[in-house]
């Protein structure tokens, strides 16, 4: 199974890498990989994690780090639409379902 980033993932991603890269060297590695095995494990168990709303919209969260990757599942395809902080604009991502 692939997986592919909404256009606005990639930005919101890198701020949150050099976020934990400023408050700690090795930190922004360790935050993008701690993402990168959280996807891992919705590409080998997408449908694991409960649906958050309408259109199978899902969220694993990370282990380490307050944050969250929502996702859905399109065939046989992942669809990444947010890593989102856990405690900051929950619902920000929305729009990007139809995007």
């Given at each position: 199974m692939?997986?592919s980033f909404?256009?606005?993932?990639e ?12 408050c700690?060297?090795?930190?922004g590695f360790?935050?993008?990989s ?6 891992k494990?919705?590409?080998?168990y997408?449908?694991?994690w ?7 919209v899902?969220r694993?969260q990370?282990?380490r780090?307050?944050y ?14 947010a890593v989102?902080h856990?405690?900051?604009k929950?619902?920000y991502?929305?729009?990007r379902?139809s995007n």
């Amino acid at each position: 199974m692939n997986y592919s980033f909404h256009y606005e993932v990639e930005e919101e991603f890198n701020c949150a890498i050099s976020y934990y890269e400023e408050c700690q060297d090795g930190l922004g590695f360790d935050f993008a990989s701690e993402v990168y095995s959280t996807i891992k494990r919705i590409v080998a168990y997408p449908n694991a994690w409960p649906v958050l709303i309408y259109d199978e919209v899902r969220r694993c969260q990370l282990n380490r780090f307050p944050y969250g990757v929502i996702y859905s599942k399109q065939n046989e395809h992942i669809y990444i639409l947010a890593v989102m902080h856990l405690h900051k604009k929950p619902e920000y991502w929305k729009y990007r379902i139809s995007n």
